[in-house]
């Protein structure tokens, strides 16, 4: 704790000489001439020697042992000191006596923040021992330097200036290599330096007439050097360089373009300026959004590879669906969703069911999935794959695939429900056919077997017993009149004869004893849809006189379209709007309990009608009783 609060302190207060030092300056400066390649008052130089002590100092504050904020505070601080000299020397108007603290204090702020600055950010650590040869290279040249001036040697003067550019550029080169080989979080802190550097790098490549407009970038630097140590995931980096060399790219293109098509326009409409800039600006405005495109594309190219391409991924996943089956067509958009957005695992969760690639781990975030305005499950992104350059948080990238996505996901809905029907109809068949066999064998087989006997019998006695022939006779007749009561059961089981006698609303008014409210064309109903109709009536009437103790059992049969009412599951999902039959139980009895369990009537109610595609809703009655109500899809 004392060495930190010592490091704390000592940053502070080299921070505070350099400001000292420009505050001088300023005052040194006030009685000198107006340098000619600078508008401003002040120089680069000045810039540098106050924005890097002051977040060099924030830094070590808040990072001590970190050597990155120590260099940014004593590269700035020799630059400080060296404009103080160098302005000095201006002022005292003679022989340069201060000249070794001039040479010392640039080499020292070129060592600083040229060289160790680059070979050793954001960690504090060389990328390997081997990179530590540069540091010496550049020492080399600062020394060649050294001496170059004392012997006055030109040609060696330029040998320790290019030995000492070179030892620069290769600190430069350990940034790209160690872009190329760190995880996602080095990256994003090294983009946020490089970001900033052309603000310093372009001016000082083009020399003394732009080398003052290096006072509006310097300060950036720093400040992208902190925020990439202290808060590199503040924003997103890869977002803003994505915008801004798209910004530049169109700037470029759509003012070259302007100009091209100004000048040709001029060479045909010389006489005619208005119209030749409309169509110069016509002609631009025509590129802006292909050439939008295909810069936005390149960009993704260059910072996620050809995996951070949306299109690209698009084409990918069309590719794979039209490859795949509907079962297993949500794995293979996942696993391009997971290698395009290169994080460690992609999963989805459909009605509890979880499909996973990779290695999802704790989600990093969670998108909800909704195909044509119903929500079909969510998408979970797991954490950023380490090895490469994050685009998981990308919004373009997870805008274009997610529909697809979605779509996969519907589709293993619809191929489980489709299961689940299928499973529900052969359970059904088989349970239908086990109960046709039961009632044939143990009922209607039996009573013919007895009746066959009877009749033998009577053969046999007919002529020796008449009258036991006649009894013979008639016990075969009542059995043969509880075989036809039988076979009537049977066939009332499979479908009321009410029903096809008396149509659908006959039928309920012979089950209700009542009159019931039918309204719309009930005739020529699908035969599944008359069934289901006629078996939820006659379960409301059981459970209505059977637990209710209803006095007054009104049903209503409706057949047309109902705005605002929705078919489909239970949940109301589905929306499949149409011509629909309603029925309407309603009574006045005690009412379902609000605790009670759905019971076997209850169940089948609701099963008839989404096997359908239909609702059954049950529900308490304004002023008491029960209405049940089912919606069957036509």
Known sequence: MRHAARARGAAIGLASLAVVFELTNIWVTARLPQPSYTPLPFAPEDVAGTAFPVFGAVLVHSRPRLVIGWLLVVGGLASAANILSANLNLLIDGPPLNWPIVNVTWQAGELALGILLPLLYPSGRLLTRRWGWVAGLALAGLALDWAAVHVRSHPLRDAAHWTVAAAMGLAFVSLAVRFARGDAVERRQLLWLLVTLPGLLLPWMLGDPFWWLASLGIPLIPAAIAVAILRYRLFGIDTLISRALVGTGLAVVI?????????????????????????AALFAGAFFHPMRRLFLRGVDRLLYGSTGDPDALADRLKLRLQLADPGHGLLATLEVLRDGLSVTGVAVEVDGAVTVTGTLGAPARTVPLVWHGEPVGLLLVGPTDRRRFPAAHDERVLGTLTPFIADAAHAVRLTAALQRSRERILTAREEERRRLRRDLHDGLGQSLSGMAMSINAARVTLRSSPERAARLLTSLRDGMDA??????????????????????????????????????????????????????????????????????????????????????????????????????????????????????????MRERAAELGGTCVVRPREGGGTVVRADLPL
């Open 255 to 279: 003012g070259g373009v302007y100009l091209a098509a100004g000048a040709a326009s001029s060479l045909f409409l010389s006489g005619v300026d208005r119209v030749a800039g409309l169509a």
């Open 483 to 604: 075989v036809t009561g039988d076979i009537r059961q049977l066939v009332y089981g499979l479908r009321p004869p009410a029903l096809d006698e008396l149509g659908l609303a006959g039928a309920v008014e012979e089950l209700t004893g009542a009159p019931v409210e039918a309204s719309g064309d009930l005739t020529g109903l699908p035969a599944a849809v008359e069934v289901a109709a006629y078996r939820i009536v006659q379960e409301a009437l059981t459970n209505a006189r059977k637990h209710s103790g209803a006095t007054r059992i009104d049903v209503a049969l409706r057949r047309g379209a109902f705005p605002g009412d929705s078919t489909g599951d239970s949940t109301g999902a589905g929306s499949r709007r149409g011509t629909v039959l309603r029925v309407t139980v309603t009574d006045d009895g005690c009412g379902v309990p609000p605790d009670a369990r759905a019971g076997v009537g209850l169940s089948s």
